[in-house]
């Protein structure tokens, strides 16, 4: 079985500073990575760490809030911070050039308080297809995750029908969906049906047991299965470790060493 699998390094080797995660990942044998939030550090200073550890990024978020605030999970459905949204987009877009990454994911955000998830929901779709203009010649695809509810309450894209909708609408030579079966698992279930009925709009996938959000392998999803359908799929796309280690990363990486090349 060969898959490809990137590190996470919000997640993965949290036992060290952020900044010397790249050589962490490389080290475990990782040859690529992915991360929310590349906005606390200049571009050229993340592309040498990325270089010198011989790593490829693979995607980015677009800005989101701090934690605790109304925007703590992104602005895309806001229908009063376009302004913001659109200033965050442009960032993503700059950055993600700069590191020569595959993707921008568009976080949706939380339906805001005092507006209908209809509305926000309208916001949405609209934000998105302004993003695909402004991604269009880039070079940058857009990736679009439903999140589940009990994590994020009242997070805007709940379902993966969802967001296949909105990808269908804005375009799948430019967007397409990020399934995380971790959240997936939560809300819809079915995890081979229904990697299997969205195959067409999915670029990226992502990683974690349920309940705890730990390594494949520590909870309920028969990853060992899961794996061999992505694999017959003829899935070429990178799988996100976007997962919390039980112990420390390095322990909990023997998971992967029977499914990666």
């Known amino acids: 079985m060969s898959l490809r699998f990137a590190a996470n390094l919000k997640w993965l080797f949290t036992e060290v500073p952020f900044v010397e995660r790249f050589d962490a990942a490389a080290r475990a044998g990782f040859t690529a990575v992915e991360y929310a939030s590349p906005y606390e550090y200049e571009a050229r200073q993340l592309r040498a760490l990325l270089d010198n550890a011989g790593l490829e990024q693979i995607l980015i978020n677009t800005p989101m809030g701090p934690a605790g605030s109304p925007t703590r999970s992104g602005y895309a459905c806001f229908p009063d911070l376009v302004g913001e949204y659109r200033d965050g987009v442009l960032r993503g877009l700059a950055y993600a050039t700069a590191l020569g990454a595959k993707f921008l994911h568009i976080v949706g955000g939380i339906v805001p308080d005092g507006v209908s998830a209809d509305r926000a929901f309208a916001r949405y779709v609209a934000n998105i297809a302004w993003a695909a203009e402004q991604a269009r010649g880039t070079g940058i695809r857009l990736l679009l995750e439903a999140q589940n509810q009990r994590d994020a309450p009242g997070f805007v ?15 799948d030579d430019i967007a397409g969906q990020l399934l995380d079966f971790y959240h997936t698992q939560i809300d819809e279930g079915d995890l081979i049906r229904t990697f299997e009925r969205y195959r067409d709009t999915v670029l990226h996938l992502q ?7 730990h390594e494949p392998g520590t909870g309920e999803i028969a990853y060992a299965t899961l794996f061999r359908v992505i694999e017959s799929s003829g899935y070429d796309g990178w799988i996100g470790c976007e997962y919390r280690p039980a ?3 390095a322990a909990g990486l023997t998971w992967m060493k029977e499914y990666s090349h």
């Open 157 to 171: 894209l709940t379902s993966q029908a969802r967001a296949a909708a909105v990808v269908e609408a804005v375009g």
């Open 207 to 213: 990683v974690a047991d349920v309940p705890g959000r």
């Open 247 to 249: 112990t420390d990363t």
